[in-house]
């Protein structure tokens, strides 16, 4: 049964719902109030449905909602309830129902208002939420391995804005001419607050500690500090700054650390400046470590990233083959250009394989461009990390240039080649020299028994010159073998230079230019002045073969120091002073295969019949038998030169 009519006026003026209902069966007599307002739905849409009230409770809640006011009306005891219902737009809205149950004309009536709380409801589950972000906030800010710094800038801002009203506009010059000015800065910023990791990255005792002495941490005056970027960040209206800076400890001790920094605008009421500082000492004392193994060494450290196709190589790739490490850095295949074609397909198939057969050393020799386009032969060795598949990621090593140490090796093998020669070929010589001793002997008898028969003797004379030029060429070969007898006496080569001209002009004729370059304080040497001049001939005739269309022949003499750890002296000279002589041509000079084999008897580029094949190896013996050396430099199409070193006479040295 409706209330009476005259309260109608009165129950639409209240911002709630009004209801009665049965209490045994739940069926709503009455609705009234702003339930229309509230819900949007209308009195007689309520009543004209019995179970209406229970199919409009949000499907979280009717449950514990009719189990709660069936249990409570069963008891007969006013209750509370503050649930959800949907409304007719689909909104849930939060309701706060009062119940009470009263008798009348004995049966049991409950009567309660409904009053919107959606809006109180949501105030509290935001203010919850933000609570719990705050909670959570807060929780990250004391476990985080970041220092985190809150401060109140408001007093630099407006120090700034003054500045910046007057005119001023080079800051840096400002603060110089100012005495005291960064320092009444730093004065007047409030730091709010600080986290755990603060206090421990700058072992202070507790946070008011380093509140109190934050000032100590970093040198505000240099011209790079953390300070200063910040004051021009502002000023140029950016929201934040990020580097690395060297500060320091509260204990004195450096520390390097990490920044990023979220700045205030200049003209904004919110000057906070929030902080994020990382300790990464470990990792830069790192560095640091490694920068210097990498100045230590002349080996080219490189570090190739395989996954992304980048390759870092430290500085001694400029000192060491004059490339721009930066050259470097795209891609493997700027690395694989420079690598000798005859080489290449062997180091890649070499490099394929380590990357999918599970090998993890990397080691190989081939010859590389240098910038100035000559090859090195290098030695490139490393060893490659994975990942938990096993997948190659990340290749680690060094380049090393070996092509002086292979040269020098290369050089000794010749050497110890030419020493088995010199060995076998001075036995050979021998044993010829007494065989033609014989001959000679023969013949000369067989010379007294023929009487006046020319035609006899002809052929006598002709078969001793043959024996004759052999017993010649055993010279020759016993001066290869460092066995020929000589008779080495003190030479004046800078008094016997114009003859040493005039001997070769005779031998060379007039095609070629000849040229006699000698130090006016040349040392005196020992040697076979004999052996010598022979040596020069044969240089001075091969230097003539290989120039049929004439040239330019260069005799040189200088003062040479031969100290401990040369290359010369790698090779075999001993340590000490020298005469060089050498003999320099304009021919067509001698590929690399040809010069492993020039001093090896018998060897000749000549057609045959035209050399014999031993001047230079004559020449090679004589400069060792004389305590000495002979070197060879050519080049295809650059000429060739020879150098002999000859012992100088240390007490006879010219002032």
């Not at 007969?76 to 649930?83: K, L, N, Q």
């Not at 800051?171 to 990791?197: K, M, Q, V, Y």
């Not at 003999?583 to 010069?595: F, I, K």
């Amino acid at each position: 049964m409706q209330p009476e009519s005259r309260f109608q006026p009165m129950f639409a003026a209240i911002d709630a719902i009004i209801w009665e209902a049965d209490a045994d069966t739940l069926d709503f007599s009455f609705v009234g109030g702003s339930v229309e307002e509230i819900l949007g739905y209308t009195p007689e849409q309520w009543l004209g449905q019995p179970d209406f009230w229970e199919s409009k409770l949000h499907p979280e809640d009717a449950g514990w909602v009719i189990e709660t006011c069936v249990s409570a009306s069963r008891k007969r005891e006013p209750h509370r309830m503050t649930y959800r219902m949907v409304a007719a737009d689909g909104r849930a809205v939060w309701l706060q129902d009062n119940v009470k149950l009263t008798i009348r004309e004995g049966r049991a009536i409950l009567s309660g208002i409904m009053i919107d709380v959606t809006e109180l409801i949501q105030q509290r589950q935001h203010t919850e939420a933000l609570s719990e972000r705050n909670a959570h906030f807060h929780r990250l800010y004391d476990l985080v391995p970041i220092a985190i710094w809150e401060e109140d800038w408001s007093s630099v801002t407006q120090a700034l804005r003054d500045l910046k009203a007057k005119g001023v506009a080079d800051l840096r010059a400002h603060i110089a001419r100012t005495p005291g000015f960064i320092d009444s800065l730093i004065a007047g910023i409030e730091i709010l607050s600080i986290n755990p990791t603060a206090v421990d990255i700058f072992k202070a005792r507790d946070a008011a500690e380093l509140i109190r002495r934050a000032p100590e941490v970093f040198e505000a005056n240099k011209p790079g500090s953390v300070f200063l970027t910040t004051l021009e960040a502002i000023l140029e209206g950016r929201a934040g700054i990020e580097g690395v800076n060297r500060m320091r400890r509260l204990d004195g001790t450096p520390v390097h650390i990490m920044y990023r920094a979220l700045l205030p605008r200049l003209y904004e009421r919110d000057a906070r400046v929030i902080l994020c500082e990382m300790d990464i000492s470990e990792a830069h004392t790192a560095n640091e470590r490694f920068e210097l193994v990498t100045r230590a060494t002349s080996d080219v450290i490189w570090d190739f990233d395989i996954v992304n196709d980048r390759l870092w190589a430290s500085k001694e790739l400029k000192q060491t083959f004059g490339l721009e490490p930066e050259e470097m850095y795209t891609s493997l295949e700027h690395w694989t250009a420079r690598i000798h074609l005859d080489d290449l397909d062997r180091v890649m198939r070499h490099y394929d394989s380590i990357l999918h057969e599970g090998v993890d050393d990397w080691e190989q020799e081939y010859r590389f461009r240098k910038g100035d386009g000559a090859y090195a032969i290098v030695r490139d060795q490393g060893f490659i990390l994975r990942d938990e598949k096993g997948a190659a990621t990340r290749m680690i090593g060094s380049l090393v240039d070996i092509t002086e140490q292979r040269q020098l090796k290369e050089r000794l093998i010749q050497a110890q080649r030419l020493e088995s020669l010199g060995k076998f070929t001075g036995g050979i010589a021998h044993d010829f020299n007494n065989l033609l001793t014989v001959v000679l002997g023969g013949l000369d008898m067989l010379e007294d028994s023929l009487g006046d028969d020319p035609e006899r003797q002809r052929h006598v004379a002709s078969a001793m010159r043959a024996a004759e030029r052999g017993i010649q060429l055993i010279d020759r070969l016993l001066a290869f073998a460092r066995q020929q007898p000589l008779e080495p006496q003190t030479l004046d080569l800078l008094t016997q230079a114009h003859e040493i001209r005039q001997l070769i002009e005779h031998a060379l004729g007039a095609r070629f230019g000849i040229q006699v370059e000698v130090s006016a304080d040349l040392w005196l040497c020992r040697a076979d002045p004999a052996q010598l001049e022979n040596a020069l001939l044969n240089l001075c005739i091969n230097s003539r073969d290989a120039m049929p269309r004439g040239g330019m022949l260069t005799i040189g003499m200088r003062n040479a120091r031969i100290a401990e750890g040369e290359a010369l002296a790698e090779q075999g000279l001993a340590p000490g002073n020298y005469v060089a002589v050498s003999v320099a041509d304009t021919g067509h000079g001698m590929d690399e295969a040809t010069l492993q084999k020039a001093f090896e008897p018998f060897f000749t580029t000549k057609d045959f019949g035209l050399g014999s094949g031993l001047g230079l190896a004559m020449v090679h013996g004589f400069a060792q038998q004389s305590h000495g050396l002979a070197m060879i430099e050519s080049a295809p199409g650059q000429g060739t030169t020879v150098e002999l070193f000859l012992p100088a006479i240390a007490q006879a040295q010219r002032s």
